[in-house]
T-cell receptor
Framework: TQLLEQSPQFLSIQEGENLTVYCNSSSVFSSLQWYRQEPGEGPVLLVTVVTGGEVKKLKRLTFQFGDARKDSSLHITAAQPGDTGLYLCAGRKLAGGTSYGKLTFGQGTILTVHP | DTEVTQTPKHLVMGMTNKKSLKCEQHMGHRAMYWYKQKAKKPPELMFVYSYEKLSINESVPSRFSPECPNSSLLNLHLHALQPEDSALYLC???????????????FGQGTRLTVV
């Protein structure tokens, strides 16, 4: 059973379009991170959301954490070819009050933005 | 500085070879991780070290042997690997420990391992 359901798995769009990637779970997370990864490189942290209902903006990227801290979304406005990559959400559950345990990843969204 | 450094970047090894992957961070993080990632798939957790002690082993075969010599270094020793072990191996670190409930994990560039 996948703890974090990420959708869509593949997204192919034209430059200038908007898109949203979703990350859903039935579990509550203490925090949720979004990463972007290019082929052959490690994931690069984009943002961490912690508080239910939190909205964070990073240039054309808007991240939202659900009120119940079970889901999150990433919205990209006016996508550019440089946005192409694998987008990963990852959540950290509370485990006995400690936080150094598992970081659970969604399946990832492969985004391709065509010029 | 949020840098996690992994060496080597690429590694080709035969099935009878012994090799090691290295990871280093100087952020004062006390949790360090090894992940394995296949193409277009999310990273899969292999091991977690907390305060230089192995805290999680995700039932990884014994041909992978982790080592944490000190709080800044993490090694992964490889022996008698199979071609299906070819993948991108990622190291990560986070503040970890105690009751810090929202510590981000920072990843290295990875080592692209090919077993022939």
């Amino acid at each position: 059973t996948q703890l974090l359901e990420q959708s869509p798995q593949f997204l192919s769009i034209q430059e200038g379009e908007n898109l949203t990637v979703y990350c859903n779970s039935s579990s509550v997370f203490s925090s949720l991170q979004w990463y972007r990864q290019e082929p052959g490189e490690g994931p690069v942290l984009l943002v961490t959301v912690v508080t239910g209902g939190e909205v964070k903006k990073l240039k054309r990227l808007t991240f939202q954490f659900g009120d119940a801290r079970k889901d999150s979304s990433l919205h990209i406005t006016a996508a550019q070819p440089g946005d192409t990559g694998l987008y990963l959400c990852a959540g950290r559950k509370l485990a006995g009050g400690t936080s150094y345990g598992k970081l659970t990843f969604g399946q990832g969204t492969i985004l391709t933005v065509h010029p | 500085d949020t840098e996690v450094t992994q060496t080597p970047k690429h590694l080709v090894m035969g099935m009878t070879n012994k090799k090691s992957l290295k990871c280093e961070q100087h952020m004062g993080h006390r949790a360090m991780y090894w992940y394995k990632q296949k193409a277009k798939k999310p990273p899969e957790l292999m091991f977690v070290y907390s305060y230089e002690k192995l805290s999680i082993n995700e039932s990884v075969p014994s041909r992978f042997s982790p080592e944490c010599p000190n709080s800044s270094l993490l090694n992964l020793h490889l022996h008698a690997l199979q071609p299906e072990d070819s993948a991108l191996y990622l190291c990560a670190s986070s503040q970890g420990g105690g009751r810090r409930v929202y510590t981000e994990a920072f990843f290295g560039q990875g080592t692209r391992l090919t077993v022939v």
